[in-house]
């Protein structure tokens, strides 16, 4: 994979490059985007949506706190002086998104030109290859993309952080709790194992059922049919129960489709015809 551009290293982060990127990194007008870097998903986003942020009235509200330390920006020159902050800093360097077009041609233009394979592409749609670019231009053109090298770490870490350790404190004193509060855990592991046990009961009355009712009264009937699907909690039980009943083939319906199209298209062309017809005869 592509390595990083080469950027002088700076001994402390500018205060200034951090305010902006901690204003624009969870931006919702950056419209941002994941993308495979170096083997790890990324967010990136368009230099031109993060220059209407810099120039938006949130930004101007939150430059004009006392304790902001966001310069402040009249144009979209002032802007992308701003902007130019983060790659400098490496909180933000360009990138490109690779596809197997711009592999090949850098291959023709230049066989020494270091890109991945094309094995190494991703497959998941709508989550591109992307790769650091050495030329980090800002300006407003729609094929600027940069990604995010900095993580702002969030206030609800730390709380989640604290609360985790609060509970495993907790559960290392469980010895010197009052006798109330042990037999209260009790009673809710007793619970909790209780409907674990009931979830795998019904687990396999289920198959049960279904191996019964696919032979009985084919093609079977499952118990709470979305048990295992992909769905949320409550509508893991929604329906109660339903047939075994395989969707028809996407391609069927398709085609079905373009027949019924062409038969019309056809009918017009007779209908169109006949008037034709029609109009020389008189």
Do not use: C
Request: hydrophobic letters at 45%; a positive charge; proline letters at 8%.
């Amino acid at each position: 994979m592509s390595a990083p551009p080469a950027i002088p290293p700076q001994p402390a982060k500018n205060p200034q490059a951090l305010a902006i990127a901690s204003f624009l990194r969870h931006n919702g007008d950056l419209k941002m985007r994941q993308g495979i870097l170096n083997g790890k998903r990324a967010d990136f986003f368009r230099a031109k949506r993060a220059l209407r942020a810099l120039q938006s009235q949130s930004y101007k509200k939150a430059q004009q706190k006392s304790s902001s330390k966001l310069p402040p920006i009249e144009n979209e020159q002032d802007a992308i002086v701003a902007f130019r902050l983060l790659p400098v800093n490496q909180l933000a360097i360009r990138i490109e998104k690779l596809t197997r077009k711009t592999i090949e041609a850098k291959k023709m233009s230049d066989p020494n030109t270091p890109v991945p394979p094309l094995a190494a592409l991703s497959k998941t749609k709508g989550v591109p290859t992307i790769a650091f670019v050495r030329d980090q231009v800002v300006s407003a053109d729609d094929d600027i993309y940069y990604v995010w090298l900095w993580e702002k770490v969030p206030l609800t870490t730390y709380v989640y952080a604290g609360l985790i350790f609060i509970a495993i404190f907790g559960v290392i004193l469980f010895p010197l709790w009052p006798p109330i509060l042990r037999l209260g855990v009790w009673y809710i592991s007793i619970g909790l194992l209780g409907l674990l046990a009931l979830f795998f009961v019904m687990s396999i009355f289920r198959l049960i059922l279904f191996g019964v009712t696919y032979f009985a009264v084919p093609p079977g009937l499952w118990l709470f049919p979305n048990l295992f699907e992909d769905v949320g909690f409550v509508d893991s039980f929604i329906p109660l129960y339903g047939w075994d009943v395989k969707p028809e083939k996407r391609k069927k319906k398709v085609a079905a489709t373009v027949t019924v199209s062409k038969s019309e298209a056809t009918d017009e062309d007779v209908d169109v015809s006949a008037e034709d017809s029609h109009e020389k005869t008189s």
